[in-house]
Structures are given as C-alpha cells and as structure tokens.
T-cell receptor
Framework: TQLLEQSPQFLSIQEGENLTVYCNSS?????LQWYRQEPGEGPVLLVTVVTGGEVKKLKRLTFQFGDARKDSSLHITAAQPGDTGLYLCAAAFGNEKLTFGTGTRLTIIP | NAGVTQTPKFQVLKTGQSMTLQCAQDMNHEYMSWYRQDPGMGLRLIHY???????DQGEVPNGYNVSRSTTEDFPLRLLSAAPSQTSVYFC????????????FGEGSWLTVV
C-alpha cells in the first residue's frame, strides 16, 4: 500500500489569513484528488488533477500538482469560517486503488 | 437526488454480535466501495465492487463481508463484531475506479462494546 503524507495535521488560523497544506508521496501519482469533509458528513470532491505542474483554481482555493507528480498543495487565500473542515488528498498510483492521506484538520477562527 | 444513502447512522453493538450496514446509490454507478475512517489513519478501503456480482478485498477486509446482487445496493456485514471495529464507515460510489468523482454517503458511526 502506497503512503500519502499530509501536513500539517492540524492548522488553526484567523479569518482573512492565507494558508497552504501539503500532500506528499515517495511514489509517482497517476492522478490526485482533494476532498473536504465537514463534521458528520462524508468527503466531497473539490478537484482532480492529472498533469504534472497543473494548477487549478476554485474561487479562493488554488491546487497545484508537482512537476514530478509526487506532491500536491492546496492554498487558500483570505480564509473564511466556511473553509473549516478536514481536507483529504487521494492519489491513484498506476492501476492500484485510490489511497487517501490522513488529512489536515483546518479551523478558521472568526 | 438522494446520491449515496447509508443506514443506520448510529449503532452500538456488543462484542460478538453481527450486523449489516446498508448502502444504496441512485446514480447507476458501477463502482461501489466501503471505507472506514479512524483518527489519524485517514480513509481505508475495506471492500469494493466493480459491478453487480463482482466484489474484491481492499486494504482492511478481515471481519467484513460484502455482496453486490444489484447495481444499486452494496451492504457491508460485520460477522462477529470486535471493539477494533469501532469506527465511522463510509459507503461510496463512482462511475470508475480512479480519476472519477467519488460520492460518499453521510457515514455510519459504529461502536462495539
């Protein structure tokens, strides 16, 4: 089983600040997804990236897929309380099943 | 759209009891799966199915059985519950194995005492 490491594990910041969370592996991904999970609910897909170096933007969220296809980052600009949740990355390694990272628990303080 | 529906939402079991977590999806997805989520360990795949009549083991299959008699339904059975099976369980469906959007149910909180 491939290992996906997410950092930081916990992050608590003030509303309006910027932040970046990371997803790393020692192996090459064929694709990578980011999900957000709110308390008491299942994860919801935010974005899928498939090309090394790819950058995707979703309003205040910017997702980047590393050139070597072994890492990804999620940057949030001007964080809002509604951004609070557990952020999970999930990677496909070749034809193997999707592997989920352990998540970053983000809290935005009003 | 109902999406992926799981029942029950909460359940307490005694060690050794058996039970079934129900899962249904109305999106005509071929691919369905069960995950468990534990603190600090992310989502781990228990069993999955690529279509009616086909099931396979994931990362942590021991103590669980599944069947897929229809495209819509994918129940998860705990054969003899153990405290180590205390977890939050998520059923999910997608139109493909990887790279496609995975739709999750709202989760089932299971406590084994």
């Amino acid at each position: 089983t491939q290992l996906l490491e997410q950092s930081p594990q916990f992050l608590s910041i003030q509303e309006g600040e910027n932040l970046t969370v990371y997803c790393n592996s020692s192996s090459v991904f064929s694709s990578l997804q980011w999900y957000r999970q709110e308390p008491g609910e299942g994860p919801v897909l935010l974005v899928t990236v498939v090309t090394g170096g790819e950058v995707k933007k979703l309003k205040r969220l910017t997702f980047q897929f590393g050139d070597a296809r072994k890492d990804s980052s999620l940057h949030i600009t001007a964080a809002q309380p509604g951004d609070t949740g557990l952020y999970l990355c999930a990677a496909a390694f070749g034809n193997e099943k999707l592997t989920f990272g352990t998540g970053t628990r983000l809290t935005i303080i009003p | 759209n109902a999406g992926v529906t799981q029942t029950p939402k909460f359940q307490v079991l005694k060690t050794g009891q058996s039970m079934t977590l129900q899962c249904a999806q109305d999106m005509n997805h071929e691919y369905m799966s069960w995950y468990r989520q534990d603190p600090g360990m992310g989502l781990r795949l228990i069993h999955y199915s690529v279509g009616a009549g086909i099931t396979d083991q994931g990362e942590v299959p021991n103590g669980y059985n599944v069947s897929r008699s229809t495209t819509e339904d994918f129940p998860l059975r705990l054969l003899s519950a153990a405290p180590s099976q205390t977890s939050v369980y998520f059923c999910a469906s997608s139109s493909g194995a990887t790279g496609n959007t995975i739709y999750f149910g709202e989760g089932s909180w299971l406590t084994v005492v």
